[in-house]
């Protein structure tokens, strides 16, 4: 009879080995499967730092977010890679003077712009964007479209760690090139060849500041058919573009 008592609590200790065991290896794996998240999204996280080194090369030619949904999709896009010397220089000054005034003299993020915003929206002001041109450039690359404080979390440190390794050049080359200017037509080549029929070296003064104010709403603001309030932006850029001289000392000497 002892020796039935004794087997038996041999079994019961060794059932709960065993269960300690099993209870064990799934802790184990559990942490295994935390640590793996936690890899990757660190790895996301500093992706698009690494990429920001690796489009110092002039050769590689980057792609937006939206030209990546749209291969996903299978829908296709038109872009044509276009050096900055091969872009008319009106285009850029309307661009400067429509997107990002200071573009030169910041570096990456207009602060007195963005504490100006903020303190409209604390006074229960209407917002509005204070997106400067390296910040619409790190979203085009790595972000999504619409408005979240967690998009605007990361592309602020994105923008000033572009800002610091690109040149202003190479800034503005990467942001003509994958900025939105109609369903499917990325980049200025594209958008000056859809919208005027001319490539981008040979846009006139009129037709930039069509494109440049465009570029708030690509899809809605039609360059190549453009209404009479995008026409009177039109003119109000023109205008600024041609006293821009003193603004883009960093892109043309």
């Known amino acids: 009879m002892k ?32 640590r793996r998240l936690l890899l990757l999204g660190l790895s996301l996280l500093l992706l698009p730092y690494l990429l920001i080194i690796l489009y110092l090369i002039d050769f590689i030619h980057p792609v937006s977010t939206l030209m990546l949904r749209d291969l996903v999709l299978l829908r296709g896009y038109d872009r044509q890679w276009v050096e900055f010397d091969d872009i008319a220089p009106v285009l850029v000054q309307s661009v400067m003077m429509s997107e990002d005034g200071r573009f030169c003299s910041h570096g990456g993020v207009d602060w007195v712009q963005m504490q100006s915003v903020v303190e409209e929206a604390l006074d229960g002001g209407q917002t509005r964007g204070a997106s400067t041109i390296p910040m619409q450039t790190v979203k085009n690359l ?10 605007k979390g990361m ?5 000033i760690a572009a800002d610091f390794v690109w040149s202003k050049r190479r800034m503005m080359e990467i ?29 006139s003064r009129r037709q930039a500041a069509l494109l440049a104010v465009s570029l708030p709403n690509p899809i809605d603001r039609n360059a190549g058919k453009p209404g009479r309030g995008l026409k009177r932006l039109a003119s109000v850029i023109e205008r600024r573009a041609s ?11």
């Not at 790595?142 to 998009?151: D, P």
């Not at 006293?243 to 000497?253: A, K």
Request: negative net charge; charged residues 30%; contains cysteine.
């Open 243 to 253: 006293r821009s001289r003193d603004y883009i000392t960093c892109l043309y000497d």
């Open 175 to 203: 942001y003509l090139n994958v900025a939105e200017w109609g369903d499917g037509i990325y980049g200025v080549e594209a958008a000056a060849r859809h919208h005027f029929g001319v490539s981008a070296a040979k846009l």
């Open 142 to 151: 790595y972000l999504w479209n619409g408005r979240s404080f967690v998009r």
């Open 155 to 159: 592309e602020v440190p994105l923008a």
């Open 3 to 34: 020796r039935g008592a004794d087997s038996q609590a041999v079994d019961i200790i060794s059932e709960e080995r065993e269960e300690g065991e099993m209870s064990a290896g799934r802790g184990s794996a559990l942490r295994r499967g935390w």
